[in-house]
């Protein structure tokens, strides 16, 4: 009987500290990967931002004043193309405003060329007025993480957006191989 209880408490003594040390590396590991998937988001949204900020130096920039137009207008084009073929981890896409809350570019075109979003949402005129940065939000009953970036010259807000569950997708399956582990 004795030796039954020695066992029990020897047993639970040795694992109790497995399970913390395990909970501890789990919630761990969630913060860090919910950094990089962030850091993931905003150097892509950054990258986008370098494209059209060098697309615009090159391509109208260096224009002659007559051609100006036309090249802005092949620039705006050719980045929101680029945009349409962006993905941030599995659903995730970018979207572009003007700072007055305009809709340039959404995967959903009923946005595009309104205000509907920045009108309806305070997160998105939160977002507009920041224009920089990492920030998390509600849309549609799903928590989202948004990475922004700002182009003066074009008064773009480049805007990535992505289901927070997608970034914490890795983290959580991380914990799950910790807990089958034990």
């Given at each position: 009987?004795?030796?039954?209880?020695?066992?029990?408490?020897?047993f639970i003594l040795g694992v109790l500290p497995l399970l913390i040390a395990i909970g501890y590396v789990g919630s761990q590991t969630s913060q860090l990967l919910e950094n990089y998937g962030e850091r993931y988001m905003d150097a892509g949204i950054k990258g986008f931002?370098?494209?059209v900020d060098v697309g615009y130096k090159?391509?109208?920039?260096?224009?002659a004043p007559e051609n100006r137009q036309a090249a802005l207008e092949a620039l705006k084009k050719a980045m929101i193309n680029e945009a349409a073929g962006m993905k941030f981890f599995?659903?995730?896409y970018i979207v572009i405003y003007t700072s007055d809350g305009t809709c340039i570019y959404h995967p959903d075109s009923q946005y595009v060329g309104n205000k509907?979003?920045?009108?309806k949402y305070d997160f998105a005129k939160k977002a507009i007025a920041q224009k920089s940065g990492v920030f998390n939000y509600e849309f549609a009953g799903t928590s989202k993480t948004g990475a922004l970036a700002f182009n003066p010259d074009l008064d773009w807000v480049?805007?990535?957006a992505v289901p927070f569950a997608e970034?914490?997708?890795d983290a959580l399956k991380l914990r799950v191989k910790l807990y089958v582990f034990l």
């Open positions: 009987k004795l030796k039954g209880k020695i066992l029990a408490a020897s931002a370098k494209l090159t391509d109208v920039a260096n224009v599995k659903t995730g509907e979003l920045y009108n480049m805007w990535a970034v914490q997708a």
